[in-house]
């Protein structure tokens, strides 16, 4: 049985003082919806003062990215040694933004893989296509390639701790959301590259979310698909109503 995931991702917003005032709004707004898994991945500055916040509640917290290594001269970068020892339970890698704007690779995407499930995180893996590639049809290629590659040397047992997201380029921060088939369809592409790898079994079992502009008025519908298993939230996460009525739409 898939569990629902809904994993808010704060990208570069919130301070400190700031994240703890969300999630302390949050908290009361999500509490007892235990029907899905409920994730903040808040700016590496954020994690001390979101764990702290989030104590005693449903809320997980969760990183923005990982290094792939554990150590050594890489400033600026985090290991999944400290994120662990900080209290994180889950990480996001290869977001288009971290592809586009600061040169992450598939090659690169599925080392930090590695790394995260190595140290017993929960990786949250992001593909998607650019609408280039979408209107050439190359979506399917794509985005099994993209699953494959992040998915190399992966065990069948780690996949336990791998969700995968779909995330349209085309509709991340600009205000276009996939349509709930095209989500649906993205989706089953991502979990037939998971069958190929790993069998049936697995990929039935393997959290597959949509992302891209989901929000609080298309949740439901997003959600309602068979391939849907729950969202990575961008600009909705960072208002506790928005993010709160996703949480109900996934119950």
């Not at 040169?103 to 650019?130: F, H, P, S, W, Y």
């Not at 979310?209 to 729950?230: P, T």
């Not at 208002?239 to 949480?247: E, L, W, Y």
Request: overall charge negative; charged content about 20%; some cysteine.
């Amino acid at each position: 049985m898939r569990r629902y995931v809904i994993a808010g991702n704060w990208k570069m917003n919130m301070t400190p003082a700031k994240a703890q005032a969300l999630i302390n709004e949050m908290k009361p707004l999500v509490a007892g919806k235990d029907n899905c898994d409920i994730v903040l991945c808040v700016p590496a500055i954020d994690i001390p003062a979101a764990i702290e916040a989030a104590k005693g509640s449903n809320i997980k917290i969760g990183a923005e990215n990982v290094h792939f290594k554990a150590s050594g001269a890489y400033t600026g970068e985090i290991s999944a040694e400290m994120l662990v020892e900080a209290g994180v339970e889950y990480v996001v890698i290869g977001h288009s933004e971290r592809r586009q704007y600061f040169g992450e690779t598939d090659q690169t995407v599925n080392l930090r893989t590695l790394a995260a499930l190595n140290a017993g995180l929960k990786a949250i893996v992001c593909v998607g296509e650019t609408l280039e590639q979408r209107e050439l049809g190359y979506t399917e290629t794509l985005l099994k390639f993209q699953t494959k590659m992040a998915l190399t040397n992966v065990t069948a047992e780690q996949m336990k701790n791998v969700i995968i997201a779909y995330e349209p380029v085309w509709a991340i921060g600009t205000g276009v959301t996939a349509t709930a088939d095209q989500a649906d369809e993205g989706n089953g592409y991502v979990r037939a590259a998971v069958a190929e790898m790993f069998g049936a079994d697995i990929a039935a079992q393997t959290t597959v979310q949509y992302g891209g502009s989901m929000n609080d008025k298309n949740a439901a519908e997003l959600l309602s698909k068979e391939n849907v298993d729950g969202g990575l939230i961008g600009g909705a996460s960072l208002k506790s109503a928005a993010f709160s009525a996703i949480v109900d739409a996934a119950q």
